[in-house]
């Protein structure tokens, strides 16, 4: 399989294991130089699309945030050919008006992580990315058109904050969270926007607010209870929303994250070595040859 622009990728989270209205569907085993995919990948066809995707905890929810193999799901979604990834996530809301179960489409991470890799520049090569915006404009603005179209209610952009887990927050840490305007709390999209970006993925974030954390003197602190009570609303809703952005023409865009390692490599080409090249070679052929 080759890079098509017509080539889709979705992850999925809590509660969104696979997609339902695929045509002419197999499921396909990836092997990565970063280990295997949390689950095997599901390919198939929704309208003219070819769409590939990869349960983010596996299935029956096997890998907790931080045993999440992120660096081989990428990279396995990037040798299949996919340009654009919409990622679905359960998450907490941190601020009033954003209800449960209403999909915020993010565009800002702050990232809180401190056990896992988010790189795949390591090793003897290093490469320095612009995160200034991490989330794609052009896969943004499809969701916020199909949810315009399809009338489905998002929050048009927010600031997605990411801890480590597995545990939820103290209330200490809530309020901190809360007094510097985040807008919604979770586990895994910013280590995977530092990895689209890198692979020179388009990526986009559906998050699902399905609790309170545990911030609000009105709700219940958040429990594993109190997110699957919401969750089945939250992912009919994203699965509408992607559908609708498959189901229409779509242009290509041109936000530059196909070109996001163009003059991002820092090590002298020289001392590359051919270990590294064959490693990485999906994302950095062209840059090195």
């Known amino acids: 399989m080759t890079g098509d622009a017509r080539r889709w990728g979705v992850i999925g989270g809590s509660g969104l294991y696979g997609m339902e209205g695929l045509e002419d569907v197999r499921e396909v085993e990836v092997e990565t130089p970063y280990g295997v995919p949390s689950d095997k ?39 299949l050919g996919v ?41 003897g090569i290093v490469a320095h990315v612009s995160m200034a915006d991490p989330v794609c404009p052009g896969l943004r603005g499809l969701l916020l058109e199909a949810a315009a179209r399809t009338g489905i209610d998002v929050v048009d952009g927010g600031t997605y904050v990411c801890m480590e887990g597995p545990q939820f927050s103290s209330r200490g840490e809530s309020l901190m969270y809360r007094s510097i305007g985040v807008d919604v709390i979770g586990m895994t999209n910013a280590t995977e926007a530092k990895l689209a970006r890198e692979a020179e993925i388009c990526y986009a974030t559906i998050a699902l607010p399905t609790d309170f954390d545990c911030w609000h003197d009105g709700h219940d602190d958040v429990s ?5 009570e919401i969750l089945g609303r939250g992912t009919e809703r994203a699965r509408g929303l992607i559908r609708s952005v498959l189901d229409h023409d779509v242009a290509d865009s041109d936000c530059g994250c196909d070109g996001a390692l163009e003059g991002a490599i820092m090590t002298d080409r020289g001392l590359v070595s051919d270990e590294t090249r064959c490693r990485l070679g999906p994302l950095v052929d062209r840059y090195l040859d």
């Open 41 to 79: 990948l599901t390919v198939g066809r929704m309208g003219d699309h070819e769409l590939v995707f990869v349960p983010r905890h596996g299935r029956g929810h096997r890998h907790s945030p931080s045993e999440v193999p992120y660096r081989a799901n990428l990279f396995a979604l990037k040798s």
């Open 224 to 228: 594993v209870g109190s997110v699957l």
């Open 83 to 123: 340009s654009r990834i919409f990622s679905v996530s359960a998450v907490g809301s941190m601020k009033e008006d954003i209800a449960l179960g209403v999909p915020v489409i993010v565009d800002q991470f702050i990232d809180r992580t401190h056990a896992r890799k988010s790189t795949f520049f390591e090793d």
